[in-house]
Structures are given as C-alpha cells and as structure tokens.
C-alpha cells in the first residue's frame, strides 16, 4: 500500500521522447566489484570514524507509519540497521498530524518514528513545523476566520516551537518552511514576488475571493517560523539545524529561478536577524533528458551556500524511470551518484536523503503518470538495484580518499571513468 497523500505538484519535465546516453559507473571497473559483501551502513561508519566529514555524514530515507506497509516490517527494521543511519517521516510529523485540533497537540505519530530510528541507532530530522500543504483542517480554507495577526502572533509561533521542543533536543535538523517559493518564479523577482506569486496559503484570499484581501501580504510568515524555531531549540539546548525545503531549487533544473528565490529568503532572513542554517533541495528527478540538475550546478549551489555560511542538503531524492532497459537504469544509477557526489565532496553538506526506501512504498506512483516509476534504490521485493551499488561504489570511493568522480549523467560523451 502506498502513501495515498499526495504532498506536491510536481512538474513532470520530459523534454525528448527518447535518448539515454550511454554512461560510465564506478560499479564497472574492477576496484568496485564484490560490493554486495558490504552494506552502506559499514562504510557510513568508516566515514564518520575517520570524521571524513568534519561531522558524521547522514545517509536516509523516509520512514512511513508501521500500517502503511505492513508486511515490509522485517525489512524495514533490517534496512534502518544496514543500511541508512537517518530516519525521516514520511508523513507523521506534518501539520495536519501534530496539532489535530487548534492548539491540540499530538506528537504520538511522530514520536513513534523518532524513536523507531533511535532504537535502530539513526539519527532523525523534522519535517515539517510549516507546510501549506496537509496543514490541519481547522486552518484549512479559513473557516474558523482567523487573521494574519492571530496566525502571525499565536498559531504559527505555538505550532512550531510546541512541535520542535516536544520532539525534543537529539534531532539533528527541522525542515521549518516547506514549499514557499512559486513555480511560476523567474529571475529577477523580490522575495515577495517569490512568494506570494504562489498564491497558496496564507498568500491567498481569505475567503477565496481573489479580490479580497490575502491573509499575509508578504513572506514574513517565514521569519516568524524561523524565529519561533530558534526560539524552541534554544529552550531545548539543541543545535539542529533549521532548514528551508523545496523542490527544483538545487541548480538549473528546470531553470534557476527557484533556487535564485531561495538565495533571496536567505540573504533576506539572514540580514534581518532571522536564523537559518541551510537549503534542503529536495531532487525529486527522473532518468529523462534535462530532468535533473548538471553536477556543475549541484555543486555550484553548494558552494554558494557555503559562501554565506550556510548548509545544503539533499533531503527528498528519487529518480524515475521513463522505462525498464538496462540503459535507463545505468542513467539512474548514474544520477544518482552524481547528486551523491555533490553532497559527498562539498564540506557544508552531511545529510543525503532518499524520499522512500523501496519501489513498492515510493510516491511516484501516485503523482507520476508516465514511465514506470521504479525511483528508488530498492526493488518492489526489497532487493538492491543497481543505482544502490553505484551509490554504494561512490561512498566507497570516498571513505578510501580517492578523488571525486566526473560528471557519469552526462554520458560517455563527457565523462568516461
Ligand atoms: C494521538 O495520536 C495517536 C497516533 O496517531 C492516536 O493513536 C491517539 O488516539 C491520539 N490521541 C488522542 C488523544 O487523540
Ligand atoms: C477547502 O476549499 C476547497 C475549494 O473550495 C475544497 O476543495 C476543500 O475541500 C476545502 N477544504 C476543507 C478542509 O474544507
Ligand atoms: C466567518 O466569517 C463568515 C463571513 O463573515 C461568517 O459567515 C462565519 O460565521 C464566520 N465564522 C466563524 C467561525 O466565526
Ligand atoms: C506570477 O508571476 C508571473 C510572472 O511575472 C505572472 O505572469 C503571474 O501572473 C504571477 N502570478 C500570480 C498569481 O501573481
Ligand atoms: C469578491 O470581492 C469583491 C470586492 O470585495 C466583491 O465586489 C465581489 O462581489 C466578490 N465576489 C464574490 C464572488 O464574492
Ligand atoms: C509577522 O511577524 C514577523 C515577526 O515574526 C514580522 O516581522 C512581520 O512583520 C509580521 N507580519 C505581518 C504581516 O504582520
Ligand atoms: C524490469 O526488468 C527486469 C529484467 O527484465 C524484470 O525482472 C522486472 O520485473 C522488470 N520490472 C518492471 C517493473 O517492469
């Protein structure tokens, strides 16, 4: 059974009818056989003993609630000891899921999943204190008539700081926004025109009339989440990071405008005293051409966001399939590489995490409608696929030292290893 909430439009960018180009792998050459004798979770821990990473490296997926994929329970269990040493809910620490009824809160769910993860000895990481999407339905569509000064001064503050202290000191990062920036973003608009062009809530009208006054004129619902989260995590004695989430914002895919959006929050927040530590760009991707950002770019971001001081995170990847052949898989398995690569060889960034372990609980079946999907490391009997060894070959590669590989996504036209 699938997660049936779906959690956001996603573009779906397919721009060619066919062309895989054929690409090299680290799982090729003969230094990287015999992986399957190995498990991800062994050299995570070479890693973070070596302190590769100045801090331990995160390598995670998505934990779904125990009903939601019943019989994968021995796998799942087996998967979060072998193989990633972070959790992250899918679904249970949502808004909708933390505070059912106006200032009630109910932080069983998620709590449950925190401590699944400590129990298998994983690190954990919020999402999200502020979501306009599964957001509870007292607040949903405005009935109860709330204004942007309760919502402001009452309801976002109590919601972020109760989630973030109740959940408690040893999470190492919250997603505090989610999903603010348009889609239909381009270059060269302020923070506001970024924001408030979505048109989603609390930026839209407050009885959905689009010539009635909008609830929040402006981006500053942000600041306050931000603020309160600070606030929460200072009065817990944590350092977890507080991050800003969202999708096609990691480089120049599908363009630049969203991640230049997100530059914008950052010198923005940051300038005004607001803190945040860094960018989750989430890398929902697919093996399609111009599907999926160039390394250069990747990388580029990540260094941006390390010039003014902040973390980049990889925090929701997938990659789907246009179809089943063995050179859309070696893309994939090559994509994903690549965006691990990114992450692996930038210092500001130690936290890489897979939106589903396996095919059989991944949501791209419920919002992709063409390829057959097949987007994460894990068969739909839980079996590794390919894109799992090569992801293994380059955290490998790594913990031995050995040097960042080219650019595989680009083809052998570009990059023969
Ligand atoms: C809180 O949530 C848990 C898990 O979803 C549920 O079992 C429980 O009944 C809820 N408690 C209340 C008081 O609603
Ligand atoms: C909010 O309004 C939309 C559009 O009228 C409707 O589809 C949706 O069901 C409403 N949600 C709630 C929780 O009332
Ligand atoms: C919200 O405002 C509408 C329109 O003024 C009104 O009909 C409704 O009774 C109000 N709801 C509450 C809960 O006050
Ligand atoms: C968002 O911005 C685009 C480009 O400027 C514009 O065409 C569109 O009307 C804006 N949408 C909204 C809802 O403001
Ligand atoms: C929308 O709001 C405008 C301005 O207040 C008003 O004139 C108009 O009648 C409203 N439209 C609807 C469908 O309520
Ligand atoms: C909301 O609160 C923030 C501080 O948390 C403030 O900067 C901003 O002006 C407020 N926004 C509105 C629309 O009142
Ligand atoms: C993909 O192809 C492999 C090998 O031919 C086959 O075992 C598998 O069932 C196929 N999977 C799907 C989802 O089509």
């Known amino acids: 059974m699938r997660p049936t909430i779906a959690f956001l439009a996603l573009p779906i960018v397919v721009h060619a009818a066919s062309f895989t180009p054929e690409v090299s792998l680290l799982t090729d050459l003969p230094h990287f056989q015999g992986l399957e004798k190995t498990t991800i979770r062994s050299v995570l821990n070479i890693i973070n003993g070596k302190k590769l990473k100045g801090t331990p490296f995160y390598f995670g997926s998505t934990l779904a609630d125990p009903s939601v994929a019943p019989q994968n329970a021995a796998w799942t269990s087996a998967r979060f000891k072998d193989t990633f040493n972070l959790a992250v809910a899918e679904n249970n620490c949502k808004w ?9 809160f109910n932080l069983t769910a998620c709590a449950s999943l925190r ?6 000895g994983d ?17 949903a569509n405005n009935t109860l008539n709330f204004t942007v000064e309760q919502l402001n001064k009452t309801i976002i503050p109590n919601a972020v700081q109760t989630v973030i202290e109740g959940l408690g000191p040893r999470l190492i990062s919250w997603d505090v926004v989610n999903e603010a920036i348009s889609d239909g973003a381009t270059l060269g608009m302020s923070l506001t025109e970024c924001v408030v062009n979505a048109s989603r809530w609390p930026n839209f009208a407050i009885d959905g009339n689009a010539s009635s006054p909008v609830l929040f004129p402006d981006s500053s619902f942000i600041n306050t989440a931000f603020l309160n989260a600070d606030k929460a995590r200072k009065k817990i004695g944590s350092d977890l990071l507080l991050f800003y989430n969202d999708y096609n914002g990691g480089g120049d895919f599908p363009s630049q405008a969203k991640t230049e959006c997100a530059f914008k929050m950052l010198t923005q927040l940051k300038s005004s005293g607001v803190p945040i530590d860094g960018i989750g760009i989430q890398s929902h991707y697919s093996a399609n051409p111009q599907a999926f950002p160039s390394k250069a770019s990747a990388h580029f971001t990540m260094d941006r966001l390390k010039n003014i001081g902040v973390m980049g995170a990889i925090t929701e990847l997938d990659v789907w399939l246009p179809d089943n052949s063995t050179e859309s898989l070696r893309w994939q398995a090559s994509i994903f590489g690549d965006i691990l690569d990114s992450c692996l060889f930038s210092s500001n960034c130690n936290e890489f995490t897979l939106w589903d372990p396996r095919d059989d609980e991944s949501w791209l079946d419920s919002i992709v409608s063409t390829g057959v999907h097949m987007g994460t490391l894990f068969d739909a009997s839980g079996n590794p696929k390919l894109p799992y060894f090569e992801v293994l ?7 031995q030292g050995g040097a960042e590989p080219c650019a595989t996504s680009g083809g052998t036209s570009v990059c023969v290893l």
Request: overall charge neutral; hydrophobic content about 40%; charged content about 15%.
């Open 96 to 104: 909708f899921s933390n505070e059912p009824a106006q200032g009630v």
């Open 115 to 120: 401590d699944f993860a400590f129990q298998s």
């Open 123 to 139: 690190a954990f990481r919020g999402h999200n204190t502020f979501w306009h999407s599964q957001r509870p339905d007292w607040l």
């Open 393 to 399: 070959a380059r955290l490998t590669n790594f913990a």
